[in-house]
């Protein structure tokens, strides 16, 4: 990557400034993984393109579907070949969105340029030939760096083990370089990823090991170690290893981890999945890294279910790029959630939607209050459909005012905690956002029915729009 060496003279891909970003154009496509990988459909898992412009006569429908080649991939994640990191740069160009499969181990990259509505597949890497150059496997999270390379968070080796697990990197015709971390210096556990390259620092997250996790969700394998609870701080470029937190009880899987947009910040926040914290770190005056939970979410109570309590399961959250509100779910629970961050060490809350979740009304599962009285959520009807699942994935407009919706996490713990997916489906929703004064509102107009599939329901993962968003592009 081209620190903030220069490299940046001209204009390149994505936006000089996270605000900048804020004014770009209103988006009209999003890129959509669904996966049929773990529902028992024999199909293989395939790239939607989803039409958002409410103007366009196709708005709210999946207007064109790549297959990818293989079947049992598990497409998950997916990042671009070139964001704003590479702005400076006039050779670069935001044409290819990276899709790791993290089951197969298979990297797709897609040509989204040549037509934007209509992608299709430019090359496949194949995991035999990570494995071979790095031990690498199960890939996860890809970001762009300036350099034209690609990096891949990878969460363990063929086997599944954590121990093997790094950071792969790709060059920009997306052939194996090899790891990107110093030899001896890998994380723990592997998961998700952010650099702020003014402050020199990577700083990755912990899932769990591939060999527990693609099995299901067991309590018992956290209480044998199998997932993560640290933040693993690295110096950046040079990928050495220099801080470990270790954020406890109270941060017991840590997941999606963000910057601040602005790159001369250095705080940030990762959402503990179990524990349902979103925890904020931030450098010390002394130049090391520290930690402290920002906003606790507390289990419910309830009744007919697998646990006498249920955690919210922070598993995805966001930034607005002017650094104003940030935004997670709870998968489990069924709301999503708006805080004022503006005071990063207080965040308030603005705004919740439930939208899903295991105590809805209509659920033989409820909560019960610390007086003994039973409730459960109101979640709206869309289109005469009932909301199946929880909020899982989200990605914000650019300018901040809607806010996407999926319900997939893991085809596998779909299938544990909502095995309704398995036979209907997922669905995306689009929520409006009051950012004058916070509130959340469903879009009663938006809804996609990915149960409604030609090859039979599918369970929809992470977005993207074609020309970059708050969750791919880093400022350096």
Same mark, same amino acid.
């Given at each position: 990557m081209?620190?903030?060496?220069?490299c940046?003279?001209?204009?390149?891909?994505?936006?000089?400034?996270?605000?900048?970003?804020?004014?770009?154009?209103?988006?009209?496509?999003?890129?959509?993984?669904?996966?049929?990988?773990?529902?028992?459909?024999?199909?293989?898992?395939?790239?939607?393109?989803?039409?958002?412009?409410?103007?366009?006569?196709?708005?709210?429908?999946?207007?064109?579907?790549?297959?990818?080649?293989?079947?049992?991939?598990?497409?998950?994640?997916?990042?671009?070949?070139?964001?704003?990191?590479?702005?400076?740069?006039?050779?670069?160009?935001?044409?290819?969105?990276?899709l790791?499969?993290?089951?197969?181990?298979?990297?797709?990259?897609?040509?989204?340029?040549?037509?934007?509505?209509?992608?299709?597949?430019?090359?496949?890497?194949?995991?035999?030939?990570?494995?071979?150059?790095?031990?690498l496997?199960?890939?996860?999270?890809?970001?762009c760096?300036?350099?034209?390379d690609?990096?891949?968070?990878? =969460?363990?080796?063929?086997?599944?083990?954590?121990?093997?697990?790094?950071?792969?990197?790709?060059?920009?015709?997306?052939n194996?370089?090899?790891?990107?971390?110093?030899?001896?210096?890998?994380?723990?556990?592997?998961?998700?990823?952010?650099?702020?390259?003014?402050?020199?620092t990577?700083?990755?997250?912990?899932?769990?090991?591939?060999?527990?996790f693609?099995k299901?969700?067991?309590?018992?394998?956290?209480?044998?170690? =199998?997932?993560?609870?640290h933040?693993?701080?690295?110096?950046?470029?040079?990928?050495?290893?220099?801080?470990?937190?270790?954020?406890?009880?109270?941060?017991?899987?840590p997941?999606?981890?963000?910057?601040?947009?602005?790159?001369?910040?250095?705080?940030?926040?990762?959402?503990?999945?179990?524990?349902?914290?979103?925890?904020?770190?931030?450098?010390?005056?002394?130049?090391?890294?520290?930690?402290?939970?920002?906003?606790?979410? *507390?289990?419910?109570?309830?009744?007919?279910?697998i646990?006498?309590?249920?955690?919210g399961?922070?598993?995805?959250?966001?930034?607005?790029?002017? #650094?104003?509100? =940030?935004?997670?779910?709870?998968?489990?629970?069924?709301?999503?959630?708006?805080?004022?961050?503006? #005071?990063?060490?207080?965040?308030?809350?603005?705004?919740?939607?439930?939208?899903?979740?295991?105590?809805? *009304?209509?659920s033989?599962?409820?909560?019960?209050?610390?007086?003994?009285?039973?409730?459960?959520?109101?979640?709206?009807?869309?289109?005469?459909?009932?909301?199946?699942g929880?909020?899982?994935?989200?990605?914000?407009?650019?300018?901040? *005012?809607?806010?996407?919706?999926?319900?997939?996490?893991?085809?596998?713990?779909?299938?544990?905690?909502?095995?309704?997916?398995?036979?209907?489906?997922?669905?995306?929703?689009?929520?409006?956002?009051?950012?004058?004064?916070?509130? =959340? *509102?469903?879009?009663?107009?938006?809804?996609?029915?990915?149960?409604?599939?030609?090859?039979?329901?599918?369970?929809?993962?992470?977005?993207?729009?074609?020309?970059? #968003?708050?969750?791919?592009?880093?400022?350096?």
């Amino acid at each position: 990557m081209a620190e903030g060496n220069g490299c940046c003279k001209k204009t390149g891909p994505g936006y000089g400034t996270p605000l900048e970003a804020m004014a770009g154009p209103k988006e009209a496509l999003i890129y959509v993984t669904c996966v049929y990988t773990g529902t028992g459909r024999e199909k293989p898992d395939f790239l939607a393109t989803v039409d958002v412009d409410p103007n366009s006569p196709t708005y709210s429908k999946v207007i064109h579907r790549l297959p990818v080649p293989y079947i049992g991939d598990e497409l998950h994640h997916s990042g671009w070949n070139a964001c704003s990191s590479c702005h400076g740069d006039p050779s670069a160009n935001r044409r290819f969105l990276i899709l790791p499969s993290l089951v197969s181990g298979r990297i797709y990259v897609v040509d989204t340029q040549t037509n934007p509505k209509a992608p299709s597949l430019h090359k496949v890497v194949q995991p035999e030939d990570i494995v071979k150059k790095t031990g690498l496997a199960y890939p996860h999270t890809s970001h762009c760096l300036a350099s034209g390379d690609i990096m891949v968070s990878c =969460l363990g080796d063929k086997d599944g083990n954590a121990k093997g697990n790094g950071f792969l990197l790709l060059d920009s015709e997306f052939n194996v370089k090899g790891r990107w971390e110093k030899p001896g210096h890998s994380p723990s556990f592997g998961y998700d990823f952010w650099y702020q390259p003014r402050h020199k620092t990577m700083i990755s997250s912990s899932w769990g090991a591939p060999a527990a996790f693609t099995k299901g969700f067991n309590l018992q394998h956290v209480a044998e170690g =199998l997932y993560g609870r640290h933040l693993h701080v690295y110096s950046w470029p040079d990928g050495e290893l220099k801080q470990t937190l270790d954020l406890g009880d109270t941060g017991l899987i840590p997941l999606e981890i963000r910057f601040l947009h602005d790159p001369s910040n250095d705080t940030g926040y990762v959402g503990c999945a179990l524990t349902s914290n979103m925890v904020r770190f931030f450098k010390t005056e002394e130049g090391s890294w520290s930690h402290e939970v920002a906003i606790s979410v *507390k289990p419910l109570k309830v009744q007919n279910w697998i646990l006498p309590e249920m955690p919210g399961l922070i598993t995805d959250f966001l930034i607005s790029l002017d #650094d104003r509100f =940030l935004y997670f779910v709870n998968w489990l629970h069924g709301d999503v959630r708006q805080y004022n961050i503006e #005071d990063p060490k207080n965040p308030i809350l603005a705004g919740q939607v439930w939208v899903g979740g295991l105590i809805q *009304k209509g659920s033989p599962v409820v909560a019960v209050t610390e007086d003994g009285q039973t409730w459960q959520s109101d979640v709206p009807e869309i289109q005469g459909h009932r909301l199946r699942g929880g909020p899982q994935m989200i990605q914000l407009s650019l300018d901040g *005012k809607r806010l996407y919706v999926t319900n997939s996490l893991f085809s596998t713990w779909d299938r544990q905690f909502y095995p309704e997916l398995m036979e209907k489906g997922s669905h995306m929703l689009q929520i409006d956002v009051n950012t004058e004064k916070g509130g =959340l *509102k469903v879009n009663p107009n938006f809804f996609v029915d990915f149960g409604a599939e030609p090859d039979g329901p599918s369970l929809a993962h992470e977005m993207r729009y074609p020309g970059g #968003d708050c969750t791919s592009d880093i400022w350096i």
